[in-house]
């Protein structure tokens, strides 16, 4: 067995078993989920509007259906699956289950909420191209009553309307393509240095000497310090031996954050007033923010100061990101503190998970990690520390992020609220209907995906420039406007950390092992 295959195949026996029961394990403790998949909403079932029913011959010959004749399992079997099979754990398999069961556009009902699920590539896509200048996210309303308790402003996660707008068209020139964050290269790469002498120290202190147990904790940390690296423009020392308190504080309060996501699922779905009966999961929503928002404000405030004293002393103020929104005043210092905290708070768990499921199935597939060291050795050999330019010339590398996101999206599909009336694979859905785009469902459908359940990351490598590939069927960081702003950043951070495990530790297996 590789060197691979011993650091990771220990840790997922233990960390999380039988790779379907257990997925439930990341794709809960990820941010976005409450944020982004759609599970609960308030939708109408009205009967069709007139305007739709009167228009032309042609329309009236195909009436689109109302929503009452949408099939999806009642509120009683829905209450049941949710609160007594611990169905928020199993929102994958769940859509899974229903899309065989009622097709790939059902609607489930939650009492008087409804949500309108989509497991269609096609709709899928119909919805997203759709879409108007500013969408919207499903799930926010926790969030939002945090922000209104505290005086604190919104982040482009949970901002809506102009407020979301404005913050987008700022931040999205900064870190939306490839060329704007291969500027974070550097940065990364020194995070990547540390990532690797993490592993070996790790490694000698095992009593193997090759293995390492809970190797998620390792990319979580790697992941922090990676966003925080490039967010903060500054070094948390998560991957040192000795972890400083204060950045100790912030994995806790993230921890907690993660953690309670699954009871604020539940506590969305307990009406509010019962909230004294049930106090403790909105407590550690509160708590957790509160100490998100808390480690974010120190380390904004750090560098205003010094940007502050630099222009005082007339020194040219350069920096990266943090320094830019500082300096260029185009958000406030609230929205700014906002930003940088749902920012670190969405990427680490995806990025980690990632991480730890691409190194799962690499050491599962020793063929496919085979030709994927061929590659590295190819095109960089063992020693040359890879750029962000250097990863356009290796296709399997991509691949393996995006099949490995394919299998195991982080977030198991997308929340939308319809901002106008639409026909939908034959059903009118009116305004203010909550979405869930189920693209688990699309990602695992042999029709999208030939052989879905196999891992070939050769399936994303173009052999013609003719070649398309599937956009919509796999869509792990959404697409559009609303899509997820930082995919290059975390692009930049799996793929750079990749290509450094390959190299390092690959050959390790063929000089010392074999
Ligand atoms: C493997 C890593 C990641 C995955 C799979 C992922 C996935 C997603 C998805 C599915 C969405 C929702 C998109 C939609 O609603 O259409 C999203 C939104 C978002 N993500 Fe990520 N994400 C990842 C990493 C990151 C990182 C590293 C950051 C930080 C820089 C980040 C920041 C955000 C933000 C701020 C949004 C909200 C965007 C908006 O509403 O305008 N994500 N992400």
Redesign the pocket.
């Known amino acids: 067995m590789s060197v691979m295959n011993k650091l990771t195949t220990t840790c997922w026996r233990n960390f999380y078993g039988d790779r379907r029961n257990k997925q439930m394990l990341f794709v809960l403790r990820c941010l ?1 989920k409450s ?2 998949s759609g599970t609960f909403g308030i939708a109408r079932e009205e009967p069709l509007s007139e305007r739709l029913i009167t228009s032309t011959d042609a329309t009236k010959k195909r009436l689109p259906k109302t929503l009452a004749e949408m099939p999806g399992p009642g509120t009683i079997s829905n209450l049941f699956e949710f609160f007594w099979r611990d169905g928020f754990s199993r929102i994958h398999e769940i859509q899974i289950e229903h899309s065989k069961m009622y097709g790939k556009i059902f609607k489930s009902r939650f009492g008087p909420q409804l949500v309108v699920s989509v497991a269609d590539r096609d709709l899928v896509a119909e919805v ?1 191209r759709a879409e108007g200048v500013a ?1 919207q ?1 499903a799930n926010m309303e926790s969030w939002h009553e945090y922000r209104d308790m505290r005086r604190r402003s919104t ?3 949970s ?1 809506e309307g102009e407020d ?1 707008l404005r ?2 068209s700022v ?1 999205r020139q900064l ?1 939306m393509r490839p060329r704007d964050v291969a500027v974070f290269s550097d940065d990364v790469s020194e995070v990547v240095d540390d990532l690797i002498k993490r592993i070996v120290y790790l490694r000698s202190q095992s009593s193997d000497g090759t293995t390492i147990c809970n190797i998620n904790d390792l990319f979580f940390k790697y ?1 922090m310090e990676g ?1 925080a690296a ?2 903060y423009e500054c070094r948390l020392g998560c991957l040192s031996e000795k972890i400083p308190q204060e950045t100790e504080d912030y994995i806790d309060a993230l921890h907690l954050m993660f953690s309670s996501f699954k009871t604020t699922m539940y506590a969305g779905a307990i009406p509010k007033w019962l909230r004294p009966v049930f106090p403790k999961p909105w407590e550690e929503f509160c708590d957790s923010w509160d100490g998100l928002f808390r480690f974010s404000c120190v380390h904004v405030d750090k560098r205003l100061k010094q940007i502050e004293s630099q222009l005082q002393r007339g020194e040219k103020v350069t920096g990266g990101l943090l320094t830019y929104m500082l300096v260029a005043k185009e958000m406030s210092v609230e929205e700014i503190y906002a ?1 940088v905290t ?3 708070l ?3 768990d ?2 980690s ?2 991480l730890s499921w691409a190194s799962y199935l690499l050491a599962r597939h020793p063929d496919v990690q085979q030709q994927i060291h061929a590659e590295v050795m190819r095109v960089l050999g063992s020693e040359k520390v890879a750029t962000a330019e250097d990863v356009q010339h290796l296709p399997f590398i991509r691949g393996l ?1 995006k099949e490995t ?1 394919r299998l195991f ?3 198991p599909g ?3 609220i319809t901002q106008d009336d639409m026909v939908l694979g034959g059903y009118f859905i009116p305004k203010g209907t909550q979405l869930a ?1 189920c ?1 688990y469902s699309t990602s695992l459908d042999d029709e999208n995906f030939p052989s879905s359940l196999e891992f070939r990351p050769d399936r994303w490598i173009r052999k013609h420039s003719s070649d398309r590939l599937d956009n919509f069927g796999s ?13 290059r ?3 930049l ?2 793929h750079l950390a990749l290509i450094r495990i390959i190299q390092k530790f690959h050959c390790l297996r063929v000089s010392s092992n074999d």
Request: proline share 5%; hydrophobic share 50%.
């Open positions: 976005h944020a982004t997203l969408p996210r982040g482009l996660i901002a979301w913050m987008r931040l870190i992941a966003i490039i967010l930003n749902e920012m670190l969405a990427g680490v995806t990025t998970f990632t992020v996101l999206p982080v977030l997308n929340g939308r785009l693209h869509i792990p960081f959404g697409y559009g406007i609303r899509s997820c702003i930082g995919k950043i975390a692009e951070e799996m």
